[in-house]
């Protein structure tokens, strides 16, 4: 039986969607069979990121209203040999018209099916968070270096620990500029992890290819030369049970083996 | 018949003190009471207020019954009662007392929208994240960074205090004081341990931990020691 994965955030923007393409595309990529489910009733893009957006039928409502079979509502990837799909959300309804016990429902049959279900949460702590946290048993949190956006992941890590059922989260730090962190103009990755204190699954640059990757209905993962991409596959790696080493290990082992330096009074 | 005296007025060089038998009945009580204060009226209207002290023994008074007690001696004479002391507890005060003394142990981080309040002290093995709250009746230590807010002595007592490893709080609040972070943070090196209390002048203020020592002596817990 497969694993149902939440990718939440708290703040609207912080890349959730893009997290959610991403992770599920690496995921294929690697062999394993990926249902994408877009909760964000009312405001659903993880199709227009996928470049699924014309061959939807059905939808996640209308699945949970059994207007149709699970099935029908499910949008292939044509990139991969049937090993992609996604439930995309509505766009006509609103968040009520689904209850987390119908998504939880839902989730359990969708684990009968495949390896990995990405489930993309909206933003914000209600009623679609909900839904989006029902039938999951893992979740990521997805931030940026902002304070606003560290401080929504620490709520919403807050409730994920609530959430019985769901293990630990873990964290995505997203849209790191180098020389940012390195003037200190933002926090750093060793900051934020601390302060939080959750385990990090991956970090990943900000870069322009993911813009216009998902604009063209091609998530960045699928481009193998990419920063961005490299981070999606190894956050899909470390999904696997794989170790797989952060891609600015220079700067973090600087900053542990200073500290370390400092414990032994070595100068 | 000679009855037993059930209500007994001393004069202390602190003042009266009312000892109210503990075994007749409250009426019975409450009648004796009132001919003993009519009879020995030598005060007149114009004296001054005199305090006393009741000492009611083993007997429990309710609260509406302690309120009656009070406004009955104040219209009987140019008395009132300053304290009511019994040697009798009920049980849900006695386990309030003993639950504010408690010293309660979470490890856990507070974070965002979380608020974690405790009767008596709080000893938080992790940290307050920024927009998380913690409350005790007592005193608060926290073994890691405090970031969010802390009220110590929430039910009123001004000699709680506030430790933290790392002291970063957005605010401070110990009984109805309220200390907020200064606005400019100045990028200070990671210091010792923090404490923070109310001073001589009302005012929260932040500190080394170990002037406790000196300034909160209540802090030591353990008995006969040297
Ligand atoms: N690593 C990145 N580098 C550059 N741009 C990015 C990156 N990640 C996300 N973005 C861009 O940020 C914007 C918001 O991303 P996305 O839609 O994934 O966020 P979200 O958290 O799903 O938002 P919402 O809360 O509205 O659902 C998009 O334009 C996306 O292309
Ligand atoms: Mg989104």
């Known amino acids: 039986m497969g694993e149902a994965i939440v990718i939440t955030s708290g703040k609207g923007g912080v890349g959730k969607t893009t997290t959610s393409a991403n992770i599920g595309t690496a995921l294929a990529l690697q062999g394993k069979r990926v249902c994408l489910v877009d909760t964000d009733i009312g405001l659903r893009n993880l199709d227009v990121v996928m470049g699924l957006e014309n061959r939807i039928i059905y939808d996640l409502v209308d699945v949970v209203n059994e207007r149709c079979k699970i099935h029908q509502a499910l949008v292939k990837d044509k990139r991969f040999d049937d090993l992609l799909y996604l439930l995309p959300a509505a766009q006509t309804s609103d968040k009520t018209a689904v209850q987390p016990e119908q998504m939880k429902k839902l989730v359990d049959e969708l684990k009968q099916e495949y390896d990995y279900i990405i489930i993309d949460c909206p933003a914000g702590i209600e009623q679609g968070y909900k839904n989006a946290v029902a039938g999951a048993d893992k979740a990521i949190v997805v931030t940026t270096p902002e304070v606003s956006a560290v401080r929504d992941a620490d709520r919403i890590i807050g409730l994920l620990e609530k959430e019985e059922g769901v293990e630990p989260p873990r964290l995505v730090i997203n849209r790191i500029r180098n020389h940012m962190m390195e003037n200190g103009d933002m926090l750093d990755v060793d900051e934020i992890t601390t302060h939080l204190s959750i385990d990090l699954i991956g970090i990943v640059a900000d870069d322009d290819e993911v813009i216009k990757a998902s604009n063209h209905g091609e998530p960045i993962a699928l481009n193998p030369n990419s920063k961005a991409s490299i981070a999606y596959r190894n956050i899909a790696r470390r999904i696997l049970g794989e170790s797989v080493p952060l891609q600015v290990l220079e700067e973090k082992q600087k900053g542990v083996f200073s500290k370390i330096k400092k414990f032994f009074g070595v100068k | ?226």
Request: aromatic content about 2%; charged content about 30%.
């Open chain 2, 1 to 226: 018949m000679k009855k037993t005296q059930n209500v007994l007025i001393k004069g202390t060089k602190d003042g009266l003190t009312l000892h109210l038998d503990d075994q007749c009945s409250y009426t019975e009580l409450k009648r004796e009471l009132n001919d003993k204060l009519s009879e020995s009226s030598r005060l007149n209207e114009e004296s001054p207020l005199i305090t006393v002290k009741v000492k009611i023994g083993n007997r429990y008074l309710t609260d509406e019954q302690k309120e009656e007690l009070h406004e009955f001696v104040r219209q009987k004479k140019n008395l009132v009662i300053d304290s009511i002391e019994s040697n009798v507890l009920t049980k849900s005060e006695a386990e309030r007392m003993k639950a504010e003394k408690e010293i309660v142990s979470v490890a856990k981080i507070v974070r965002s929208g979380q608020v974690l309040e405790v009767p008596g002290d709080l000893l938080l093995i992790g940290d307050v994240n920024p927009g998380g709250t913690v409350v005790a009746g007592g005193n608060i230590f926290v073994m890691g960074s405090l970031k969010g807010i802390a009220h110590a002595g929430a039910g009123g007592n001004t000699n709680a205090i506030i430790s933290a490893s790392e002291m970063m709080p957005t605010q401070l609040r110990i009984s109805h004081h309220i200390n907020r972070s200064p606005d400019i943070k100045e990028d200070v090196e990671k210091k010792d341990m923090e404490c923070a209390y109310i001073d001589q002048n009302d005012q929260i203020v932040i500190d080394r931990l170990q002037v406790l020592i000196h300034l909160r002596p209540n802090l030591t817990t353990l008995e006969g020691g040297s």
